[in-house]
């Protein structure tokens, strides 16, 4: 394939992967407008940014291991869908766990890829 094929199959998991960290960390501002008091809206907006956390930290795995970060995109998208069904509407959870799910793809297909160009 071409370096642009490649540069592709590299950037975009990766990028959908921020973007939806920074459209997750935007749920966690509406603790602002509760009418907690100071101390009580900072803790409550930490609490709310765990969910996030936990996609950086997979996107910073999947960044090295495109392998590992197909299974734990992959893995954030079914445990959403297993903790979501029955609370939310069906497209409330495809909301969060349709992304999850094509950037676990896309970090598969990276990595893929990357194994079948290195091949001789």
């Known amino acids: ?16 992967g921020i973007l ?8 966690a501002l ?18 709310h940014l765990i969910p996030t956390s936990i996609v950086v930290i ?3 795995i999947a960044w090295r291991w495109e392998w590992i970060g197909a299974i734990l995109f992959g893995t954030l998208a079914a445990f959403y869908m297993g903790w979501s ?9 495809l909301f969060i766990s349709g992304p999850l799910s094509l950037i676990g793809v896309l970090f598969l297909f990276d990595w893929m890829y990357r194994a079948r160009s290195r091949m001789p």
């Open 85 to 93: 069904w029955g609370r939310f509407p069906l497209a409330t959870s």
């Open 20 to 27: 939806f960290a920074l459209v997750m960390s935007l749920f």
């Open 1 to 16: 394939m071409s370096a642009a094929a490649r540069r592709m199959f590299f950037w975009t998991p990766r990028i959908l």
């Open 58 to 60: 997979a996107l910073l």
């Open 30 to 47: 509406d603790v602002f407008g509760e009418g907690y008091g100071f101390g009580e809206a900072i803790l409550a907006f930490l609490i």
